[in-house]
């Protein structure tokens, strides 16, 4: 899905609706991180997770939805959706990410080991109370590419000297940000609000 809008028949919004909150409640997510994720409005994301969808809406809502939840595209909408896997073993993952060689980060990190860095960043980066203006220009990258990493919709691979940057921007030692699901105890525990 790119642009646009995709059309919503009413006979699917209750599924879209429950599948939305099942996949959130998975990923260990209030409905107002979610929001924030996804770059929605609270009350919006709450109407939607009732059912009470609108007959259409932005494909990059719905892709930016499905960036956050960590689905594959047109998962949220499909008629077929299969299950997934367990969002926290998909977060356990990114520790395969973490082994570098003894001069530290790689040149580039992959996408696939990225994904798992967002919503933590972003929660942690909440913690601390740092804008999202703040933390983007302490990397050097403007404020959407910011949002859209805190999203973990990474459309290349990120540079070392840019996860190096932030980290250095949300105060953790190089190479932690990608460790930040198993090391960071508060977002660990589930306590990151």
């Known amino acids: 899905m790119t642009g646009g809008r995709v059309w919503i028949p009413r006979a699917d919004a209750p599924q879209i609706a429950q599948r939305l909150r099942e996949r959130r409640r998975a990923s260990g997510l209030t409905q107002a991180e979610l929001a924030a994720l996804a770059d929605l409005a609270h009350s919006t994301f709450v109407h939607w997770e009732k059912g009470r969808l ?10 930016a939805l499905e960036a956050a939840l960590r689905v594959p595209p047109g998962w949220l909408l ?3 959706a299969q299950p997934l896997p367990d969002p926290a073993a998909l977060m356990d993952d990114a520790g395969a990410c973490t082994q570098a060689g003894p001069g530290g980060l790689p040149e580039r990190i992959p996408a696939a080991c990225c994904e798992a860095v ?13 804008s999202v203006a703040e933390v983007a220009r302490a990397c050097g990258v403007s404020r959407p590419t910011l949002l859209q990493w805190e999203r973990g919709a990474f459309p290349k691979a990120l540079t070392g000297q840019q996860l190096r940057a932030w980290a250095r921007a949300l105060r953790l030692a190089p190479g932690q940000l990608l460790a930040l699901p198993a090391s960071h105890p508060r977002v660990h525990d589930g306590s990151a609000t």
């Open 54 to 63: 609108p007959d259409t809406l932005a494909t990059a809502a719905v892709n």
């Open 78 to 80: 499909s008629h077929e």
């Open 118 to 130: 967002g919503p933590p960043a972003a929660r942690l980066r909440a913690e601390l109370g740092l």
